[in-house]
Protein backbone atom coordinates (compact mmCIF):
# COMPACT_ATOMS: atom_id res chain seq x y z
CA UNK A 1 0.00 0.00 0.00
CA UNK A 2 0.98 3.37 -0.33
CA UNK A 3 2.34 4.23 3.13
CA UNK A 4 3.22 7.70 2.34
CA UNK A 5 -0.95 8.66 3.41
CA UNK A 6 -1.69 7.48 7.06
CA UNK A 7 -4.88 5.54 7.16
CA UNK A 8 -7.62 6.92 9.83
CA UNK A 9 -8.25 3.70 11.88
CA UNK A 10 -11.72 4.70 13.30
CA UNK A 11 -13.11 3.75 10.16
CA UNK A 12 -14.37 0.42 9.62
CA UNK A 13 -12.18 -2.43 8.02
CA UNK A 14 -14.13 -2.55 4.58
CA UNK A 15 -14.41 1.46 3.98
CA UNK A 16 -10.69 1.52 4.90
CA UNK A 17 -9.98 -1.17 2.62
CA UNK A 18 -11.63 0.37 -0.26
CA UNK A 19 -9.91 3.57 0.10
CA UNK A 20 -6.35 2.43 0.52
CA UNK A 21 -7.37 0.54 -2.72
CA UNK A 22 -8.04 3.70 -4.60
CA UNK A 23 -5.39 6.04 -3.09
CA UNK A 24 -2.62 3.12 -4.12
CA UNK A 25 -4.46 2.97 -7.25
CA UNK A 26 -4.13 6.65 -7.77
CA UNK A 27 -0.67 6.69 -6.94
CA UNK A 28 0.70 3.87 -8.52
CA UNK A 29 -1.25 4.56 -12.32
CA UNK A 30 -1.48 8.47 -12.00
CA UNK A 31 1.37 9.48 -10.35
CA UNK A 32 0.10 12.09 -8.25
CA UNK A 33 1.20 14.15 -5.29
CA UNK A 34 1.34 13.20 -1.62
CA UNK A 35 -0.87 16.21 -0.99
CA UNK A 36 -3.28 15.52 -3.33
CA UNK A 37 -3.44 11.82 -2.32
CA UNK A 38 -4.00 13.31 1.25
CA UNK A 39 -6.88 15.34 -0.43
CA UNK A 40 -8.97 12.77 -1.71
CA UNK A 41 -8.33 10.63 1.57
CA UNK A 42 -9.81 13.04 3.50
CA UNK A 43 -12.53 13.49 1.10
CA UNK A 44 -13.69 9.89 1.25
CA UNK A 45 -12.90 9.38 4.98
CA UNK A 46 -15.34 12.43 5.74
CA UNK A 47 -18.14 10.94 3.45
CA UNK A 48 -17.87 7.05 4.88
CA UNK A 49 -18.46 8.42 8.37
CA UNK A 50 -21.24 10.67 7.30
CA UNK A 51 -22.24 7.58 5.29
CA UNK A 52 -22.41 5.23 8.35
CA UNK A 53 -24.92 7.58 10.06
CA UNK A 54 -27.04 6.37 7.83
CA UNK A 55 -26.16 2.67 8.07
CA UNK A 56 -24.28 2.91 4.98
CA UNK A 57 -20.93 1.78 3.71
CA UNK A 58 -18.95 3.60 0.61
CA UNK A 59 -19.91 0.09 -1.10
CA UNK A 60 -23.58 0.52 -0.59
CA UNK A 61 -24.19 4.37 -0.67
CA UNK A 62 -26.83 5.00 -2.81
CA UNK A 63 -27.93 8.41 -4.57
CA UNK A 64 -30.20 9.85 -1.93
CA UNK A 65 -27.27 9.50 0.77
CA UNK A 66 -24.36 11.36 -1.31
CA UNK A 67 -26.91 13.99 -2.08
CA UNK A 68 -27.35 14.59 1.24
CA UNK A 69 -24.43 14.55 2.31
CA UNK A 70 -23.39 16.94 -0.24
CA UNK A 71 -26.15 18.96 0.79
CA UNK A 72 -25.56 18.86 4.69
CA UNK A 73 -21.78 20.32 3.48
CA UNK A 74 -23.34 22.90 1.94
CA UNK A 75 -25.54 24.12 4.97
CA UNK A 76 -22.56 23.52 7.37
CA UNK A 77 -21.16 26.49 5.17
CA UNK A 78 -18.60 24.36 2.53
CA UNK A 79 -18.87 26.58 -0.14
CA UNK A 80 -19.69 25.62 -3.94
CA UNK A 81 -16.48 24.99 -4.98
CA UNK A 82 -15.67 23.01 -2.00
CA UNK A 83 -18.91 21.01 -2.86
CA UNK A 84 -17.68 20.52 -6.02
CA UNK A 85 -14.36 19.13 -5.10
CA UNK A 86 -16.26 16.67 -2.57
CA UNK A 87 -18.47 15.34 -5.26
CA UNK A 88 -15.58 15.06 -7.90
CA UNK A 89 -13.26 12.84 -5.11
CA UNK A 90 -16.93 10.38 -4.93
CA UNK A 91 -17.22 10.58 -8.66
CA UNK A 92 -13.87 8.98 -9.34
CA UNK A 93 -13.75 6.58 -6.27
CA UNK A 94 -17.13 4.87 -7.48
CA UNK A 95 -15.86 4.66 -11.10
CA UNK A 96 -12.99 3.23 -9.56
CA UNK A 97 -15.10 0.61 -7.83
CA UNK A 98 -17.11 0.01 -11.48
CA UNK A 99 -13.70 -0.63 -12.83
CA UNK A 100 -12.48 -3.38 -10.02
CA UNK A 101 -15.64 -4.99 -10.32
CA UNK A 102 -16.25 -4.32 -6.65
CA UNK A 103 -20.06 -2.82 -7.29
CA UNK A 104 -21.88 -2.82 -10.75
CA UNK A 105 -23.46 1.11 -10.51
CA UNK A 106 -22.14 4.34 -9.67
CA UNK A 107 -23.82 6.12 -7.36
CA UNK A 108 -22.81 9.60 -8.57
CA UNK A 109 -23.50 9.44 -11.96
CA UNK A 110 -26.97 10.70 -11.75
CA UNK A 111 -25.77 13.44 -9.58
CA UNK A 112 -25.32 16.64 -11.49
CA UNK A 113 -22.00 18.98 -10.39
CA UNK A 114 -22.93 22.27 -9.29
CA UNK A 115 -22.31 25.43 -11.92
CA UNK A 116 -19.30 27.08 -10.57
CA UNK A 117 -18.31 30.78 -11.92
CA UNK A 118 -14.58 30.58 -12.36
CA UNK A 119 -12.92 32.96 -10.20
CA UNK A 120 -9.83 35.35 -11.18
CA UNK A 121 -6.81 34.40 -9.39
CA UNK A 122 -5.93 36.99 -6.56
CA UNK A 123 -2.85 38.92 -7.62
CA UNK A 124 -0.55 42.04 -7.10
CA UNK A 125 0.27 44.89 -8.88
CA UNK A 126 3.83 45.51 -9.92
CA UNK A 127 4.02 48.84 -7.28
CA UNK A 128 2.51 45.81 -5.05
CA UNK A 129 5.71 43.13 -5.57
CA UNK A 130 8.48 46.29 -5.75
CA UNK A 131 6.98 47.07 -1.79
CA UNK A 132 7.04 43.41 -0.72
CA UNK A 133 10.83 42.66 -2.01
CA UNK A 134 11.74 46.07 -0.65
CA UNK A 135 10.40 45.19 2.97
CA UNK A 136 12.55 42.42 3.33
CA UNK A 137 16.29 43.51 5.08
CA UNK A 138 18.95 41.41 3.99
CA UNK A 139 21.46 42.31 6.12
CA UNK A 140 21.12 39.14 7.81
CA UNK A 141 22.04 35.23 6.27
CA UNK A 142 17.92 34.71 7.04
CA UNK A 143 16.61 37.80 5.45
CA UNK A 144 19.07 37.32 2.80
CA UNK A 145 17.70 33.94 2.38
CA UNK A 146 14.15 35.36 2.18
CA UNK A 147 14.40 38.15 -0.47
CA UNK A 148 16.20 35.74 -2.96
CA UNK A 149 13.29 33.36 -2.20
CA UNK A 150 10.38 35.92 -3.22
CA UNK A 151 12.67 37.24 -5.80
CA UNK A 152 13.30 34.18 -7.75
CA UNK A 153 9.46 32.94 -7.00
CA UNK A 154 8.56 36.33 -8.95
CA UNK A 155 10.87 36.32 -11.44
CA UNK A 156 9.95 31.83 -12.43
CA UNK A 157 6.61 31.62 -11.27
CA UNK A 158 7.49 28.29 -9.91
CA UNK A 159 4.65 26.32 -7.69
CA UNK A 160 5.76 26.78 -3.81
CA UNK A 161 6.36 22.92 -3.75
CA UNK A 162 8.89 23.49 -7.00
CA UNK A 163 10.52 26.34 -5.19
CA UNK A 164 11.10 24.85 -1.57
CA UNK A 165 12.50 21.52 -3.61
CA UNK A 166 15.03 23.14 -5.51
CA UNK A 167 18.09 21.68 -5.00
CA UNK A 168 21.78 23.25 -5.73
CA UNK A 169 22.27 21.16 -9.27
CA UNK A 170 19.70 22.14 -10.49
CA UNK A 171 20.47 26.00 -10.57
CA UNK A 172 23.17 27.48 -13.65
CA UNK A 173 23.66 30.79 -12.77
CA UNK A 174 25.74 30.81 -15.56
CA UNK A 175 22.94 30.43 -18.11
CA UNK A 176 20.40 31.87 -15.08
CA UNK A 177 18.05 29.06 -15.96
CA UNK A 178 16.51 26.73 -13.17
CA UNK A 179 15.56 23.20 -14.27
CA UNK A 180 12.40 22.12 -12.61
CA UNK A 181 10.26 18.84 -11.94
CA UNK A 182 6.73 19.61 -11.62
CA UNK A 183 3.50 17.80 -11.82
CA UNK A 184 3.19 14.81 -12.70
CA UNK A 185 7.28 14.05 -13.04
CA UNK A 186 7.59 17.20 -16.21
CA UNK A 187 10.52 18.78 -16.65
CA UNK A 188 11.38 21.78 -17.75
CA UNK A 189 13.96 24.80 -17.81
CA UNK A 190 12.51 28.14 -16.41
CA UNK A 191 14.63 31.26 -16.99
CA UNK A 192 15.51 33.42 -13.61
CA UNK A 193 16.41 36.99 -15.34
CA UNK A 194 19.23 39.14 -14.05
CA UNK A 195 17.96 40.44 -10.91
CA UNK A 196 17.20 36.66 -9.22
CA UNK A 197 20.13 35.63 -10.72
CA UNK A 198 22.56 37.93 -8.93
CA UNK A 199 20.61 37.47 -5.53
CA UNK A 200 20.81 33.51 -6.30
CA UNK A 201 24.32 34.58 -6.43
CA UNK A 202 25.06 36.32 -3.32
CA UNK A 203 22.80 34.01 -1.16
CA UNK A 204 24.81 31.41 -2.02
CA UNK A 205 28.45 33.50 -1.50
CA UNK A 206 27.35 35.06 1.80
CA UNK A 207 24.24 33.47 3.42
CA UNK A 208 24.12 29.37 2.90
CA UNK A 209 27.02 28.62 4.04
CA UNK A 210 25.92 29.90 7.10
CA UNK A 211 22.87 28.47 7.54
CA UNK A 212 23.99 24.75 6.50
CA UNK A 213 26.61 25.24 8.86
CA UNK A 214 28.51 21.97 9.43
CA UNK A 215 25.79 20.07 7.92
CA UNK A 216 25.63 18.48 4.02
CA UNK A 217 22.56 18.96 2.13
CA UNK A 218 21.89 19.69 -1.39
CA UNK A 219 18.50 21.89 -0.95
CA UNK A 220 19.34 24.89 -2.35
CA UNK A 221 17.29 27.14 0.62
CA UNK A 222 17.64 26.37 3.84
CA UNK A 223 16.18 26.80 7.48
CA UNK A 224 18.34 28.44 10.47
CA UNK A 225 19.21 24.51 11.36
CA UNK A 226 20.22 23.65 7.62
CA UNK A 227 17.34 21.93 6.55
CA UNK A 228 15.23 22.12 3.24
CA UNK A 229 12.81 25.19 3.86
CA UNK A 230 9.05 23.76 3.76
CA UNK A 231 5.76 25.03 2.50
CA UNK A 232 4.14 25.90 5.57
CA UNK A 233 7.51 27.88 6.76
CA UNK A 234 7.73 29.85 3.62
CA UNK A 235 3.72 30.24 3.69
CA UNK A 236 4.34 32.22 7.22
CA UNK A 237 7.26 34.14 5.95
CA UNK A 238 5.30 35.88 2.38
CA UNK A 239 2.59 36.96 4.99
CA UNK A 240 4.51 38.31 7.70
CA UNK A 241 6.91 40.14 4.78
CA UNK A 242 3.35 41.52 3.41
CA UNK A 243 1.97 43.10 6.53
CA UNK A 244 5.35 44.81 7.12
CA UNK A 245 5.08 46.05 3.23
CA UNK A 246 1.86 47.82 3.78
CA UNK A 247 0.10 45.07 1.41
CA UNK A 248 -4.14 45.60 2.12
CA UNK A 249 -4.65 42.24 0.20
CA UNK A 250 -4.62 38.55 1.19
CA UNK A 251 -1.55 37.11 -0.01
CA UNK A 252 -0.07 33.80 -0.11
CA UNK A 253 3.12 32.24 -2.17
CA UNK A 254 0.81 31.47 -5.08
CA UNK A 255 -0.26 35.06 -5.55
CA UNK A 256 3.47 35.91 -6.78
CA UNK A 257 3.18 32.77 -9.35
CA UNK A 258 -0.50 34.88 -10.34
CA UNK A 259 1.44 38.28 -10.42
CA UNK A 260 4.36 36.58 -12.34
CA UNK A 261 2.27 35.69 -14.85
CA UNK A 262 0.01 38.28 -15.28
CA UNK A 263 2.15 40.93 -15.32
CA UNK A 264 3.91 39.03 -18.40
CA UNK A 265 0.96 39.14 -20.46
CA UNK A 266 0.12 42.84 -19.01
CA UNK A 267 3.63 43.27 -21.03
CA UNK A 268 3.03 41.40 -24.30
CA UNK A 269 3.99 37.56 -23.81
CA UNK A 270 3.15 35.68 -25.46
CA UNK A 271 0.07 32.55 -24.08
CA UNK A 272 1.61 29.71 -25.13
CA UNK A 273 5.17 31.20 -23.78
CA UNK A 274 3.43 31.58 -20.40
CA UNK A 275 1.61 28.23 -20.49
CA UNK A 276 5.68 26.53 -20.90
CA UNK A 277 6.81 28.78 -17.85
CA UNK A 278 4.00 27.61 -15.52
CA UNK A 279 4.22 24.45 -16.86
CA UNK A 280 0.71 24.40 -17.32
CA UNK A 281 -0.25 20.84 -19.24
CA UNK A 282 -3.45 22.36 -20.69
CA UNK A 283 -3.54 25.90 -22.53
CA UNK A 284 -7.00 26.27 -20.92
CA UNK A 285 -5.53 26.61 -17.23
CA UNK A 286 -3.39 29.25 -18.49
CA UNK A 287 -6.43 31.09 -20.08
CA UNK A 288 -7.42 32.64 -16.65
CA UNK A 289 -4.74 35.36 -16.93
CA UNK A 290 -5.71 36.41 -19.63
CA UNK A 291 -9.08 37.78 -18.10
CA UNK A 292 -7.11 39.14 -14.63
CA UNK A 293 -4.91 41.05 -17.74
CA UNK A 294 -8.17 42.31 -19.22
CA UNK A 295 -9.52 43.49 -16.14
CA UNK A 296 -5.97 45.02 -15.50
CA UNK A 297 -6.51 47.01 -18.62
CA UNK A 298 -10.03 47.98 -17.99
CA UNK A 299 -9.37 49.18 -14.63
CA UNK A 300 -6.44 51.35 -15.94
CA UNK A 301 -8.62 52.98 -18.80
CA UNK A 302 -11.73 53.83 -16.45
CA UNK A 303 -9.24 55.55 -14.26
CA UNK A 304 -7.17 57.32 -16.69
CA UNK A 305 -9.14 57.67 -19.82
CA UNK A 306 -11.10 61.18 -20.31
CA UNK A 307 -13.75 59.40 -21.37
CA UNK A 308 -13.68 56.26 -19.14
Not at 257 to 284: E, I, K, P, W, Y
Not at 287 to 303: M, N, P, S
Request: charged share 25%; with cysteine.
Amino acid sequence: MCAMIPVARELPTEDAALIDRFIDMLWMERGLSDLTLTAYRSDLENAARHFRQYGSGLQAADVAIIQGYLGQRLQAGNKPRTTARKLSSLRRFYRFLVREGVTQVDPTALIQSPRLGRPLPKTLTEGDVERLLGAVPTASALGLRDRTMLETLYASGLRVSELVGLQIHEVNLRHGLVRVTGKGGRERLVPLGETAADWLQRYLREARGELIGAGVSDDLFLTARGRRMTRQNFWRMIKQRAVLAGIQVSISPHTLRHAFATHLLNHGADLRAVQMLLGHADLSTTQIYTHVAKARLAELHARHHPRG
